[in-house]
Every structure is written in C-alpha cells, then in structure tokens.
C-alpha cells in the first residue's frame, strides 16, 4: 500500500512540477495583445481615443491607423478635444472587450462635418500621414490627454484602427507549482524507502526471540522516524498548495493603497495651464510671421488670420497714415525670439487669454503681447502690443498657469480691475484726479505726466479753439490675471477721445499730416474729433497693501479722425 502510494506521490509531483514549468514556458502569456475597431462601426467625420486608454494596461500603448487618403492624429487635452469636437457626430473609441480582441466603440450623432481640426491651437503635436500611421501614445506632458483622429472635418475619419497594449505576463501560480511538485516527489520517495526497509525487516526470520523483539522494537522507531518525515514533507506540500491558492488574494489585499493624490483627475485637469511652452511658441511665431507680413506690406488684410481688436484696428490705421506720410512712425515689430516671460491661464473657460513679454530685434523696450482665443475652434489671435514703460519691473507671475479674475472681482486685492482702470483713465482726463496719490508717476511711470502735458500744451497753444480730453474704459477689453505676490495685473483698452471746436465763426482749426490721412483734410472751420486706442496694464496691489498701483506698459495709436 506504500508503495503504490509512493508513486501516486511522484507522479502527482511530477505533473505538478510541470505544470509549473509550463505556465514559464510553453504556456506563457504573450507580451502583448492586440484589439481592433469594429468594421461596422458607424462612420463619422472625427474619432476620439479616450485618455484611460493610454493608461489601462500600463507601459506605451501603440496605434495602427489605414485608412484612404490623408488624414491626421492630434494629441490635447480632454477637456479641449471635446471642446472642439463639440456638436459634430464622432466616435469614441473607450475600452477593449473581455476577450481583448475587440476596442469598443460609442457613436455620438451630431453635425454632419466639421472645420478641419489641423492647425488647431489646442493639439500639443499632430501627426499627419497619408494611407498608414503607426503612432507611439506617449504623454506629452503629466496630466490626461486625448487624441482626435480626422481626415478633414468633412469626409469620414479613417476607421481602421487597431491598438497594442502592454499584457499582464506575470504567472504567480509558476513557482508555487514547481515547489509542490518538488515536494510531492520528495514524499514519494521516502515512502520507497520506507517500504524497502520493511520488506527486509520481515524476510529475516533467524535469531532468538530476544534479537527478533530487539530488531522489531528498532525498525518500529525507524519506521516512525521515517514517518514522521514522510509525514511532514507531505503536509508541507499541502502547506505550500494552501499558501500558493490564497496568494494572489493575500497580495491583493495586504498591497498598500496609492498615496492620496492631493486633487482628484478632474480637478488637476482644471488647474492645468491652457498651453504648453511648445505650444505657445509655435503660436507666437506664427503671429510675428503674420505681423511681419503685414507689416511689409502695409496690407491689413494679411493680418486677418492671427490679429484682431485693437492691434488689427491700429495697425490698419498706421498702413493708412504711413502711405500717404513716409515719416509716421511704424507700430513696433511683433518678435517671438528673445521671449522674456509668459503668462499662461489655467482658466480653462472661454475666451481664453495668454501674455508674452518679448524684445527682439526692434524693440526698442520690452513688449507686452496679449494674445486671446475667441473659442475653440478659433486659433489665439494677437489684441495688443503694449511697451514696458522705462524702469517697470514685470511682477512675477506662476509660470505653470495662473487664475484669472473676472473685471469686476476684489477677492484678495486692493482694487478690483475695473476700478484700477477707471481709476488711471481719471488720473489721465483730470490733473487733480482723486487717484493721484493712488498711481505710481515720474520716471518709472512717464506715460501718464507725458499725456497730462501733451493735454496742457493743446489747450494752452490753441488760440482759435476750444479743447477737451477724455478717457473711458472698454470694459470688455479687461482681463486680469492674478500674481505670485497675490496681486494683480490688469490690462486693457482705453479711448481716448481729442475734441476741438473753434472759439469763433470764421476760426479755422488745423490738424497734423498723420490725422489729415484719416479725416481727409488739414483745416476745419467746423470742428473736429481725434480718436485713440490706448493700450494699459497695471499691477493692482493685494488687499491690506500700503503700496499705489504701477503703470507697468502703455502705448497709444491713432485710429480715428473727422471733421464735424
């Protein structure tokens, strides 16, 4: 019965041992696997690739794309994919199948085509391809990120799309497996022996009675001995088979819990700044591209497509006065080389509003660029250029995304950006303004006492007319964006507004060469009204602070003039 038992033991070990090996061997899981689209998934102009695929398996996902013609694969953020996807049918590829053959996929009807997505500004990269695209999913930055898969908005986005994820290879049954069957064998084999011995023991029948009770009484002590062993080796193996079910569930339940994060997904993906530095230097070049081609050609129509609001405005003024008088000064050149500093919102809302300080070649001081994203499907357009005024420090401000504030939000601040405004056009229409004391003046701030005297000179030179000057904000032109220090810097747009009327009938008014290009002529007997667009920041103090707020830059330039 030992025996037979014995070689239970070694076979049973045996087949375990081997089942072991083979979960290392011949029956190991592959390293990866592959899941394909359905082929009768609807078709839709735009596919969408969520982000928790990149993630699900761990390592770097990689996609295969075949489709007719060309097409293109941009990588953004969730929240500015969806954006952008907005109302127009799509697909979204969310997950793989049990099975992990097959990507599941969600139809979402809507507009039957769209803009074409390439050249957007909210894609970090873009990979355009024509016929095939095998595509690495690497994050270009921390945080989640999407991918958007078109041809041109209009045609159907290519459906042939397969995905290689990382596969989980660990085999934790393997070693467990390999030591029971050692231990199984081990067993079987000390019951041979066992059974060996005994059968020894009993064929010898010669000796007195005393010897044979001796020889009984060692080969019982024997034979528990070996019992023992055999015993042991074989609850050990048991053990080991107990230890090794309940493993994976013991790991499972004693690994620690991740670190708590110290903002969920969604509000990380909140805080996160609207653009990378690679992105905003790619726009920024685009805009100095587009300027400079404006610029040389005195042609505000080549503007169009990255300018807007009052740059677009004054500038379209400047090519018309400079045209008829060569020696009106040009607007100071948009550089993107030597960017000083940027400011980049991590207001995820729309518009959208981003600053560059720069001083390329032409400029003369450093120059406050503010750039705005209308919507998003619309690119960042530049709104206005502001120089530095002479001896200003630009405050500090996070380089990884900061608030903005709404014009009329006092949270935390000195003045709101409404009222910091209002306050300097005050300061510039009236000399005894009750924000003198309130506003830094002199050298460092020479653009208001330059507009107080230029303001003084007129009326005191201008015998034949009278004259008055006024200030008023553009509400809608305010953006502020919140400090390091926990202050504020606060831009916008003034008009302001030169108005003149002759003291008698039959006095003539006269105007420079630069307003006569706009008004049509040089004299006036009726009167007449200049306008211009006057470009500000100011750093607003925070609350509790003994500090007056700072002109940081200003500039203004003549958009308007006519006769009465």
Do not use: C
């Not at 067993?187 to 023991?201: F, H």
Request: aromatic share 6%; hydrophobic share 40%; charged share 20%.
């Amino acid at each position: 019965m030992r025996f037979k038992t014995a070689v239970a033991l070694v076979l049973l070990g045996l087949l375990t041992l081997l089942a072991g090996i083979g979960q290392k061997t011949i029956w190991a899981p592959s390293e990866t696997f592959t899941a394909s689209a359905p082929a009768d998934a609807a078709e839709a102009p735009l596919t969408v690739i969520d982000q928790n695929l990149r993630t699900a398996q761990g390592g770097t996902v990689k996609i295969k794309i075949e489709g007719d013609g060309n097409f293109m694969l941009a990588a953004g953020r969730p929240d500015d994919v969806d954006a952008w996807v907005g109302p127009t049918a799509h697909n979204t590829i969310t997950g793989v199948s049990e099975d992990n053959k097959s990507l599941q996929v969600e139809h979402a009807d809507g507009d039957a085509t769209a803009p074409n997505p390439s050249g957007s500004d909210l894609w970090v990269s873009t990979e355009n391809a024509s016929g095939e695209l095998e595509y690495s999913w690497t994050p270009p930055a921390d945080g989640e990120w999407s991918l958007l898969l078109a041809s041109d908005g209009t045609k159907p986005a290519p459906s042939s799309i397969s995905m290689t994820f990382p596969n989980d290879t660990s085999t934790p049954w393997a070693i467990p497996l390999m030591v029971i069957g050692g231990l199984l064998i081990l067993a079987g084999i000390a019951l041979v022996v066992l059974s060996a011995r005994k059968r020894d023991g009993e064929g010898n029948g010669t000796g007195s009675l005393f010897a044979r009770r001796a020889r009984a009484k060692a080969e019982a002590r024997s034979a528990s001995r070996l019992g023992m062993v055999s015993g042991g080796m074989v609850t050990a193996a048991v053990t080991a088979l107990v230890v090794a079910g309940t493993g994976v569930a013991a790991n499972a339940a004693t690994t620690p819990a991740p670190a708590p994060e110290s903002a969920s997904p969604e509000a990380a993906q909140a805080a996160a700044p609207v653009l990378l530095d690679a992105q905003f230097r790619r726009i920024l070049e685009q805009v100095s591209s587009t300027a400079d081609a404006g610029d040389a050609a005195k042609d505000a129509a080549k503007l169009a497509e990255r300018v807007a609001g009052t740059e677009l405005e004054v500038r379209t003024q400047n090519y018309k006065i400079r045209s008829q008088v060569g020696t009106y000064e040009a607007r100071m050149p948009v550089r993107s080389t030597k960017l000083l500093t940027t400011v980049v919102t991590s207001d995820r809302s729309w518009p959208r509003s981003v600053l560059a300080v720069t001083q390329g070649d032409g400029n003369v001081v450093p120059q406050l660029l503010t750039l705005v994203q209308p919507s998003p499907r619309e690119n960042y357009k530049l709104t206005e250029t502001t120089p530095l005024q002479p001896g200003t420090t630009f405050p500090a401000i996070g380089r990884n995304g900061t608030d903005t504030l709404a014009a009329n939000d006092k949270s935390g601040l000195l003045y709101s950006g409404e009222e910091a405004l209002a306050g300097l056009a005050d300061r510039l229409t009236n000399s005894e303004s009750s924000f003198k004391d309130k506003l830094v003046e002199g050298a460092s701030s020479p653009y208001i006492a330059d507009t107080l005297s230029y303001q003084a000179e007129v009326v005191k030179s201008g015998e034949n007319g009278n004259f008055s000057f006024t200030h008023k904000v553009v509400p809608e032109s305010t953006v502020v964006f919140r400090t390091a220090d926990g202050g504020a810097l606060v831009l916008g747009r003034i008009n302001f507004g030169f108005d003149g009327t002759p003291k008698a009938s039959g006095d003539k008014l006269t105007i420079g060469d630069d307003a006569a290009a706009l008004a049509g002529g040089k004299e006036t007997t009726t009167g007449m009204v200049l306008n211009f667009a006057e470009s500000m920041a100011v750093y607003v103090p925070p609350a509790g602070s003994t500090d007056p707020i700072k002109l940081v830059a200003a500039t203004r330039g003549l958009v308007g003039a006519s006769f009465k």
